[in-house]
């Protein structure tokens, strides 16, 4: 009877939860819409959908950010902001409210710390300061130190995105707590807390949410079926919880 008792408790418990949940995110600030210049959206069809998509969860704003490799995706202003300029025009012609903008995330490989120097970095936030930056999965980078103090003598903000999928991290949380001392903004991807990825990226996830190192989510979205998920993660415990945190997607 107690076990009954328990679950049917637990249950309405969840059902409240549920029930009084609004999703306090506006800004969506990680994802890959700019048509054909990385692994995520192929046409500009594609990237409307799922900005029309954002508007329905409820995303008074997106700013985008395409993959910047050197040896691989070698984007930039040049070619982003024509395309983002595109992209806005069929969203006024289309007539979906919804403000878009285009910054990158910026894989910190041999070739940043030269970006670095040269400025012209795609940026974005109040200030145009927040710069997203990505690891390799594989090993942390050597110039990873020296990329960040760089980036910070410039005055940039740098976000770390999803930095529960950096599983040489996940058995050294220290790692992260040095990068925290160094003033860097930790992104979560939504999709983590799911399970979308792996078990440990899932665990790392809770463990940095529970230790609330998170500034800001992110779904990384680069196609329609990141997007199906979406609403599942937002009724999620984890993104509940780390919704309660100040989370500063708003202010971007
Ligand atoms: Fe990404």
Redesign the pocket.
Known sequence: MKFFNNLFNKKVEEENYSKSFINPIEVEF?S?LIFGVDDGCETIEQSIELLKDFAKLGMRKVIT?P?VMSDFYKNSKENVYPKRDLIRQRLVEENIDIQFDAAA?YMIDDGFEKKIAAGDLLTFGPEGKHILI?LPFMTEPRNLSTCLFELQIAGYKPVL?HPERYLYYANDHDKYLELKDRGILFQLNMLSGIGYYSKPVADTAQYLVQNKLIDLVGS?THHVRHMLLLPDVINHKLYRKVCEAELLNNYL
């Open positions: 990680h890959h950010t993959h995330e990505e995105a990384d």
